[in-house]
């Protein structure tokens, strides 16, 4: 019923930025709790950032707090990942998620539907 689709991803440079989109294709999306994450190869999928379903509450995790900015157009059906100051432990596969819920989640599992995500690159 929601499908999301990112875009944005690249290598970059320590100190440099990137800026991810997540596009949903659902009439529900605005009605959704969306966040990113991301995930290393033997890791686990790690919460990066999370925005309510009006965009007017945002939540990131600590390794991040500072440096990303997470916003949402519902106009455009867009969430975006504003990414500065990357740093090579950045580097990972950046998926956006929505949640069932309308509230801040940080958790997998309060996340209903995912997209295939995109390759974040950040040499030394």
């Known amino acids: 019923q929601v499908r999301l689709v990112e875009s944005g991803g690249g290598l970059v440079q320590a100190g440099g930025s990137l800026r991810l989109s997540c596009a949903a294709s659902?009439?529900?999306?605005?009605?959704?709790?969306m966040a990113w994450f991301r995930q290393v190869p033997g890791k686990e999928r790690q919460f990066v950032a999370a925005?309510?379903?009006?965009?007017?509450?945002?939540y990131y995790a600590d390794s991040v707090k500072g440096r990303f900015t997470i916003s949402r157009e519902h106009a455009k059906n867009t969430v975006y990942l504003q990414m500065n100051s990357l740093k090579p432990e950045d580097t990972a596969v950046y998926h956006c998620a929505a949640s069932t819920y309308s509230g801040i989640a940080i958790n997998t599992y309060e996340y209903s539907y995912w997209g295939q995500g995109t390759q974040v690159t950040v040499s030394s």
């Open positions: 925005i309510n379903w009006s965009g007017g509450s945002t």
């Open positions: 659902g009439r529900t999306f605005s009605s959704n709790a």
